[in-house]
C-alpha cells in the first residue's frame, strides 16, 4: 500500500507519448478522493515520455484517485493511504485572525523572510552554501524567481533555462552598460517547450527549503529580463502559468508572488495581472498565499484574491513605521518582503547597516507585521545573498532569529501595535482587547538610560530588558505600581512586561 | 565727542524719580536722528532711580537724539557718532534669498544653532564652562528663556527671578512627582514691578553672545512654569513686553522667539499670540527676526510678522526630510530648532546619538534648512546642556562645527535640494537655475561603496569625498563625462562636485 503523509506530495506517474509537442498537444488530470475531499487537478509532461500529477491531501485517511488524459495510458486509477504529520511538516501556511499566519495544524507562523531571487539558478557550490546558511534557522521564508534574472551583478546565464533554445550572448554585458530596456533579439526559444530539468531545479529549491521548515515564496514573473521571459503573450503566459501551477501547487510550503515589482513590467497591465490571479485562483486547489510585489505603486491590496500585502517601502525614511496604517487599510497581514538590504552596494537599497535592517524588523514586528531580509556586500566572486545566495557576511541574520524566538513566545497568533509614547513602540497581543497581559516596550534608534512604567498595584507584572542587538534577555524583576527600569542608554533596546 | 560703531548698541542713561512705581507710573522715549534715519524708542526704568534708552543705529555719521518722559529730569538731548564696524560686526541678521540669511552687511549667515533654554539663570561656575563650550565656535545661534524653567532637571531657583517678590517653595519637588499641571498658589509676586538684575544679566548672555558671533534667539514666553509667569493677564504680559523690547531690541544679535512650544501654553489663545506680535512690529523699530515655536501644531507660518519657520519635528521618524515641502508651503527659512537632542534620557527627544542628530543636521541642510543642537546626557550633576549649558559630552558638536565650515563654502547665499536619485540628498545653490557649479551628494545612513556621475564630457569637476562623521574632505580628482568615485561603504559619507 502506497503511503504519505497529510501535507505530503502524492505523485503519479504515467508513461506516454513524446513524439511531436506533449506540452501543447498532450493533457493529463486526476481526480482524487476520500471522504473528506475531491480534488481535480492537472498533470503535466516532465520530458521524457513522462507525465506526472501531484496531490498533496489535507486529510488522513484512505484515498482513491483516476487519471485521465489525451493519450491511452494516461488513464489509471489507484490508492494510497494518508498518514498524520511528522517532524516539521505543520501543513501550509494559512492567514490567521485576519493580520497574522498559523500552519494548517494551527501552529503560529512568524515570518521573518529573506530573499535570495536567484539562488536556484546558481551552480551547485554556491548552492551548497546557501543551504548550509539556512540550516542556521534564520529564516523562515525564502523569495526567489522561477526564471533567470538578468541586472547588475546577475549578468551569468543561469545553470538551466526554462525552454528550450538557446539565449542571447551575454558575453557582452558589464555593469557600466547595464540597460533596463533590453533588446530581446538574438534571443531563440521555443515558448511552447519548457525545459523539464530547470522545474525539477526549483522543485529541488522547494523540497529543501521545506525540509528546513522555510516557505518558497515563489516569484511567477519579473522584469529583470533578457531573454523575453517578461514579454511573451498571453497564449504563452498562461501555458506557463499552468505548468507551474501543475508542478509546483502540490508542495505545502509555496507561496505564490505574481511578480516581483510587477510595475516595472510594462508588457503587463492591470487585467493581465487579474487573470493570472483568477488562473491561479482556479488551478490551485490548495488556496496557497498570493501575493504580488510592488516597485514604486502598490497593487490595490484589498482585492479578494490577494491573501497577504507584499510591499517594497515607498520612502528612504519611513516605511515599516506605516504597517499599523496599512493594516487598517487592507485588514490583511502585512509582509515587509523589501525594506533595503543589508551591505555596501552603490545603491540605496541594498547598502543600509545590520543595525538598521535589524530595526527595521523590530518595527515591523512590534507593530503587527512581518519583514524581510536581503543582504548585498560587493565582495571578489561577485556573490551577493540577495540574488545568487553563497555565504552570509551581514550581521542581521543572527540578530532576525533572534527576533523570531521572541515572537514565538507571543500568547496567541501575533502582536499588534498597542497604545504608548511617542518615542516608543508597543506591541501587544493581537485581541480585540488584549487581556493576556503581556507588552513590548521597543526604543528602537532611542537610546533612554531609564524609563518609568504604571501598571495597577495588585498586579504583577515580570519585567525582563531586551538587547535587540547584543541578543540579550535579562531579567528586571516582578513589579507593581508605579516603577522604573533602568537601561543602558545604547540603541536597540526593548522592555518586555508579562503580568504573572 | 561720544562714538559708537554702526550696529553697537549707543545708551542714554537718565536720573529720574524712584519713588512709587517707576515702572508703570513713569515713561521716557528718546528719538534719534541722522541724514539718513529718525527713529523713536521706549527707554525703561533699570532700578536705583535709573532710566535708559538704548538705540542701534544702522548708518555712518553723526547722530542727534532727544529724550523725552513724565518727569522733569527726562529731557535730554545729545549727539554722537556712529563708526564703521570692527570685529566680528556684521550687523543683524536678515532674511536673504527668501530661504536664507544674510547679516546686514551681506555676510551670509548659516544658522547651526544649540539650545540652552536657562543658561541665563545659572550659577557663575555654570556659566563660565558654557562660554567655554561656546568660544569653541560649535555653533553661531544660541535658544535661551528669560524666564526661569520648571521642568524634569530644572527644579532649582533661578539664581535671579524677573519679578519682585518670593517664589513657591521647591523644596519638595522630585522628578518623581513632576506634572505640568501646577498650582501656583504659593508665589508671591508684583507683576508690576520687574527685578532689573534678573535683565542685566539676561543683557550679559546676549553680549557673551554677540563677542562669539553668536545670535541670541530669545524665547520670550514659555509653558515650563511654577510661578505664574504664563498665566499673567493682558495687562501684565503688555509691561512685561514693552520692557524686554525697550531692554533688548538694541543688542544686534537678538532675535525674538515668542514662544517656546507656544502650544502648551494653555492661557494664551491665537489672538494673544496675534497681539505680542503686532506689538513687537510696533515696537522693535529694527526688525529683528520673528519666530514662534511648536511642540505639535505648527502656528501659520504664513503669517507676515514671522520671518523664518521655527520648527519642531512632528514625527519620530521623518522630520527634517521635510524641508523642502515647508519651504515651498511657506516661502520662508526653515529652521529646525527641535529635532531630538544628543543624549540618553529616558524621553525620546533626548536620547539619539551622536550620529543621528548630525545625520538630522545634514538633511536639513543638504536641503536649504538649517538645524538645532541640544544635549541631554544623564550626569551626576544634573547638568544637561539642553538647560543649564556647562560642559559638553556628545560627539556631534565638533560636527556640527565642520557642516558649518563647509556651508560657508557655498557658492551665494544658500542650499536647496536639486534632482537626485531616491537614495542620496543632493545640495545645489539656490539659485532659480543653479549655474555654479556646485552639488553636494549626501548619502545619510546609506553605505555606498562607490557611486557613478555622469557630467558633460567638455566639463571639468573637482571631487572632494567627504566624511561627515569624520570630518574629512579627501581629493578625488578631477573628471568629466561619466565617472566613478570609490566610497568607504560606510553611513555618513558625502561627494562634493565643483565645477572648474
Redesign the interface.
Known amino acids: 500500500m502506497n503511503t504519505v503523509e497529510k501535507w505530503g506530495l502524492f505523485e503519479v506517474s504515467l508513461k506516454g507519448p513524446s513524439a511531436g509537442n506533449p506540452f501543447t498537444e498532450q493533457s493529463v488530470s486526476a481526480t482524487f478522493r476520500s471522504k473528506n475531499e475531491i480534488v481535480t487537478v492537472d498533470g503535466f509532461y516532465d520530458g521524457d515520455g513522462v507525465y506526472k500529477v501531484r496531490f498533496m491531501p489535507s486529510f488522513t485517511g484512505d484515498y482513491v484517485y483516476e487519471t485521465v488524459g489525451s493519450f491511452p495510458e494516461a488513464e489509471s486509477a489507484g490508492d494510497f493511504t494518508v498518514t498524520e504529520p511528522t517532524g516539521n511538516n505543520h501543513g501550509p501556511v494559512r492567514i490567521a485572525n485576519t493580520y497574522h499566519f498559523a500552519y494548517e495544524d494551527t501552529t503560529p507562523y512568524y515570518s521573518v523572510g529573506t530573499t535570495c531571487y536567484a539562488w536556484a539558478h546558481q551552480p551547485e557550490e554556491v548552492h551548497k552554501q546557501t543551504l548550509e546558511e539556512l540550516d542556521k534557522g534564520y529564516f523562515n521564508k525564502m523569495r526567489f524567481c522561477v526564471f533567470p534574472k538578468h541586472y547588475i551583478h546577475n549578468f551569468r546565464d543561469p545553470e538551466t533555462f526554462p525552454y528550450e533554445g538557446t539565449p542571447v550572448d551575454n558575453s557582452n554585458l558589464t555593469e557600466?552598460n547595464f540597460s533596463y530596456f533590453v533588446d530581446f533579439s538574438g534571443n531563440n526559444w521555443d515558448f511552447t517547450r519548457f525545459n523539464p530539468e530547470h522545474f525539477r531545479r526549483m522543485e529541488r529549491c522547494i523540497v529543501e527549503l521545506q525540509e528546513r521548515g522555510i516557505e518558497a515564496d515563489i516569484i511567477v514573473m519579473h522584469p529583470y529580463d533578457r531573454w523575453g521571459f517578461s514579454v511573451m503573450n498571453r497564449e504563452q503566459d498562461d501555458l506557463y502559468w499552468n505548468y507551474v501551477i501543475a508542478r509546483f501547487s502540490a508542495y505545502r510550503n509555496v507561496w505564490w508572488s505574481l511578480a516581483n515589482e510587477y510595475d516595472l513590467m510594462r508588457a503587463k497591465k492591470l487585467e493581465d495581472w487579474e487573470h493570472y490571479a483568477d488562473l491561479l485562483c482556479k488551478k490551485d486547489p490548495y488556496n496557497h498565499m498570493r501575493s504580488i510585489h510592488n516597485c514604486i505603486p502598490f497593487y490595490d491590496h484589498t482585492r479578494p484574491w490577494i491573501t497577504h500585502c507584499s510591499l517594497q517601502r515607498q520612502?528612504?525614511?519611513?516605511h515599516v513605521?506605516y504597517t499599523t496604517d496599512y493594516r487598517t487599510r487592507y485588514q490583511k497581514p502585512i509582509v515587509w518582503d523589501e525594506i533595503a538590504y543589508e551591505?555596501?552596494?552603490?545603491?540605496?537599497?541594498g547598502?543600509?547597516?545590520g543595525q538598521?535592517l535589524t530595526r527595521r524588523f523590530w518595527e515591523a514586528s512590534m507593530r503587527g507585521g512581518y519583514a524581510g531580509h536581503g543582504e548585498t556586500f560587493?565582495n571578489p566572486e561577485d556573490i551577493l545573498w540577495w540574488s545568487h545566495g553563497g555565504k552570509l557576511h551581514g550581521e542581521s541574520p543572527a540578530r532576525i532569529r533572534f527576533l523570531h524566538e521572541i515572537l514565538t513566545q507571543t500568547p496567541g497568533l501575533g502582536l499588534k501595535q498597542g497604545p504608548g509614547?511617542?518615542?516608543?513602540t508597543v506591541a501587544v497581543p493581537d485581541e480585540m482587547i488584549p487581556v493576556t497581559g503581556y507588552e513590548i516596550h521597543y526604543?528602537?534608534?532611542?537610546?533612554?538610560?531609564?524609563?518609568?512604567f504604571v501598571k495597577p498595584a495588585d498586579e504583577n507584572w515580570r519585567v525582563e530588558v531586551i538587547d535587540t542587538w547584543n541578543m540579550t534577555i535579562t531579567d528586571a524583576g516582578v513589579h507593581s505600581g508605579?516603577f522604573r527600569i533602568a537601561l543602558p542608554?545604547r540603541?536597540y533596546m526593548a522592555v518586555r512586561l508579562t503580568r504573572v
Open positions: 557600466e520612502d528612504l525614511y519611513r513605521e551591505g555596501n552596494i552603490d545603491m540605496g537599497w547598502n543600509i547597516s538598521e560587493m509614547a511617542f518615542d516608543e526604543y528602537g534608534f532611542g537610546r533612554p538610560s531609564f524609563r518609568d508605579k542608554g540603541e
